[in-house]
């Protein structure tokens, strides 16, 4: 019988007539010998170090780690009753039970085990039966198998083999039985797409037959050998928690009951080679790899039941399940256990209760204890360069003219069309929908304030042309299209700098910003061409956090301001006297001082005040004639009007509350998963709408989202094309170069700050970045707004944030119990198209958009500034500031650097970022992309308050969970460095002692020796060239 020899011996099928049972018995003999050698041999091992030669040998086709399913199936045999195999437990990766009533699973729960159950397993693996790389295609096969070697240890009779055969060949009711019958069709159709055709099964004479089922299209089968093409039934298939596991997935069965006519249990540990679909053993159609059997005699079901969870548990652990795909014989399955022992923690059994099913937790780690070894046996280098570069070759400088732009054009080509072919998802509409109501609001507004400024020269319409035209180009052809332009701050201040300045000195305002925006495009392309964008590498987390930090804290600010600014609008009256509202009035008069302003505006309208019937006049005319209110009704700004700002605060709020809540309402205990996630894309986009409804049903008059009507420019003196001289001076052309030196500057750190946060590595990219080929686009698209009179658009920090944050993937087949794992981001063109497309036809939308509540759209910024802040490093350390010691977090950062120092770091941060907003909200903005390039400055000054070591966990664009195992791996390589200082001493040790003996003595060593290299082989492969030495020195 096969036990795991060194070379992998493959068996043949035979029946259980035809058996040479001597030659088996002296064959399981002589293994067993041969192991029990082995477990004397290497019994100066540490389990650690056995498992880790283990997962470190050779991996061939047959012995490829697969993710496992596991069941648990008990039998009770009693009288000589009919009976059959019930699922009573199952492990994806926690455990589930099935509950006393019968009737459904339980939730999935860590599973807790007795130390005692271990043991008992442990002693079961040692006297129990273990084949390993067993061929079967059926389960008579593996059932005759493994009573054949009990057999030949003279452990069975004839009479009780059968019997036993027959319990092993009995029925399986699994918990999906009584449902599903209503799901025909569509899991057939899941089933027959993945029906393979192979050799009929073998047929037992003295059972019936078995046919393994086809597996569904998603499920991989290696080498399945014993599939046919046999029916399955097809009601009892449980497509939903078929979804939940893994594409490639095979099952682990382990079968343990009670059989009253048993003197001694039967324990065996099957693997087959390869793994084979076998019908009806398994609740899921995919192929069985492991089989544990464990059948003993009547009265000990409780104990037999707890053995069982202990070996399915065990098989969801990383270490052991790659061990049991690994293992060549019995001593290697002990080592995997003992290992897995020795990590077990116990708890005291007076202070816990067992029965408390421990839920599973938000994030598990890595259960990778060890570092595996190389095929070659030589130590995994283990890389922990945490000061290393930690951007990709995108920022490398080339050399060349263009060279960077060129490499983006080559890493970005290949994915054109599947940046397209990706944004076909429900989860891009959802994005889609939520980004254009976000966009369209900051640009109307945006234009708004310019045309103020500018006293009407850019406006509302001009905003939303360009930002249509210039967020449709970049989507098309930039090389990160995720980040999503807009307007900003700085941009504003310049303008109306600019303008105060053409007005002074009587300039065409339009002409010379042309210049500055020919000017700007030409520098960012000489930066283009000088691979400037390399430069971006020395923009590390402090000076990234800072900015992101700041532009999240204006998004927050501007959205609370304007709801304050409603209460202007519509003023409350905090003196009223609710026994006198009877008595209140409002109306309007001719003002008694009327201001030179107001004669001027009468004088220039032929307005006569005497014939003004002024106590007739709306709130709105008497406004335009600058009327004056009077009665105790009225307010500064007309009529007292509580109902709609106390309206917009419950449209503001509930919108923020209401986004939050539908976002995380992916990770609630309501409705199927489906409709989770669907909720949680489009929160954003049900709020307003929801909000939208409500608004009209209640019929307040709030303030409306106004969009421009015709499209056509606001003044009529100015067209779709701009003179870039005009009226000015010829010298202006050249002096605009100088004002577009601060633009360029602007426009650069706006645009890659962003580009940085967009590309981080945690997000996941694949498709890689383009720093280059992005601010190519922005440079083009500047020129083409500045000839046109449009405004300008860079990168939006916190709209970029909200889009990938909307797009962010997780996987589907999460084990039962486990959170969904983030993957990455769905990267594609499709949604920024999309949005500036749409945004671009709002002109012929206006009926729709008139209802929208402006305070709905403020409150989606509240949720864009909140929901960008996560994440951010900054805000983690300024809650240490509160928190005592015993309740921080457990950060990378607090295990290696004085709390001191973190609480140092983020007051220099926090310095900055408020020297920031104090250098934003006055007059001196136009500065306020130098300030953001000196962070860059600040930074490298604080190289000399902080160690390097401290620097890297303090201000590190690594993520936090990698850094936490790259400081495990440390730990682990400083382990194996500490080994193998202590194997090159054995080595000389060896080499001194077979230098020693005669040559009739040195073989018995140098096999001992061999043995001993052989298991050590990861720690050993600088030290082979201490044995040549030995051995010629032993021969001669």
Known sequence: MPLGRPSHRHHRTHS??????????????????????????????????????????????????????????????????????????????????????????????????????????????????????????????????????????????????????????????????????????????????????????????????????????????????????????????????????????????VLVGELDFLERPIVAFVRLSPAVLLTGLTEVPIPTRFMFILLGPDGKAQQYHEIGRSMATIMTDEIFHDVAYKAKNRSDLLAGIDEFLDQVTVLPPGEWDPSIRIEPPKSVPSQKRKMPGVPNGTVVPVEVDIHGEHHGPELQRTGRLFGGLILDVKRKAPFYLSDFKDGLSLQCVAS?????????????????????????????????????????????????????????????????????FCKDYDLSYLSLRTCIGLWTAFLCLILVATDASSLVCYITRFTEEAFAALICLIFIYEALEKLVHLGELYPINKHSDLDKLTLTYCKCVEPDNPSNKTLIMWSERNITASAVPWSNLTVKECLDFHGHFVGTACGHHGPYTPDVLFWSSILFFSTFFLSTFLKQFKTSRYFPTRVRSMISDFAVFLTIVFMVLIDYAIGVPSQKLQVPSKFKPTRDDRGWVINPIGRNPWWTVLAAAIPALLCTILIFMDQQITAVIINRKEHKLLKGCGYHLDLLMVGVMLAVCSVMGLPWFVAATVLSISHVNSLKLESESAAPGEQPRFLGIREQRLTGLLIFLLMGCSVLMTGALQFIPMPVLYGVFLYMGVSSLKGIQFFDRLKLFGMPAKHQPDFIYLRHVPLRKVHLFTLVQLTCLVLLWIIKTSPAAIIFPMMVLALVFIRKLLDFCFTKRELSYLDDLMPESKKKKLDDATKKAEEVRCQLHHTKHLANMLYLSVKSHRRSQWRSLWRAANHYIHLKHQTLGNTLCYLPQAFSLSLF
Not at 173 to 184: A, F, G, I, V
Not at 458 to 482: D, H, R
């Open 432 to 500: 889609f929908l939520f980004l254009y109501c976000a966009c369209m609001s900051p640009v109307i507004t945006f234009g708004g304030l310019l045309g103020e400024a500018t006293e009407g020269r850019i406006s509302a319409i001009e905003s939303l042309f360009g930002a249509s035209m210039t967020g449709v180009a970049y989507s098309l052809f930039a090389g990160q299209p995720l980040t999503i332009l807009g307007s900003t701050g700085p941009v504003l201040v310049f303008e109306k700098i600019l303008f105060k």
């Open 16 to 253: 259980s007539k035809h058996r040479k049972r001597e030659r088996v018995r002296a064959e399981s003999l002589a293994l067993d010998a041969e192991s029990t050698d082995d477990t004397t041999t290497t019994s100066h091992d540490t389990p650690s170090q056995r498992v880790q030669f283990i997962l470190g040998t050779e991996e061939d086709e047959e012995h490829v780690a697969h993710d496992l399913f596991t069941e648990l199936d008990e039998i009770c045999v009693k009288d000589g009753k009919d009976a059959e195999w019930k699922e009573t437990a199952r492990w994806l990766k926690f455990e589930e039970d099935v509950e006393d009533g019968g009737e459904r699973w339980s939730k999935p729960y860590v599973a807790t085990l007795s130390l005692h159950s271990l043991f008992e397993l442990r002693s079961c693996i040692i006297n129990g039966t273990v084949l390993l790389d067993m061929r079967a295609d059926c389960i008579e096969e593996i059932a005759d198998m493994v009573l054949d070697h009990q057999e030949a240890a003279h452990e069975l009779d004839d009479s009780v083999r059968v019997k036993v055969r027959e319990a092993l060949l009995k029925r399986h009711h699994h918990q999906s039985d009584k449902r599903r019958s209503n799901l025909l069709p569509m899991v057939k159709s899941l089933t027959d797409s993945g029906r393979k055709q192979s050799e009929p099964h073998c047929m037992d004479k003295s059972g019936p037959a078995t046919s393994p089922q086809p597996p569904p299209s998603n499920v991989e089968v290696k080498n399945a050998a014993g599939q046919d093409n046999g029916q399955v039934d097809l009601s009892k298939v449980d497509t939903h928690f078929m979804k939940k596991i893994p594409t490639g997935a095979e099952a682990s069965n």
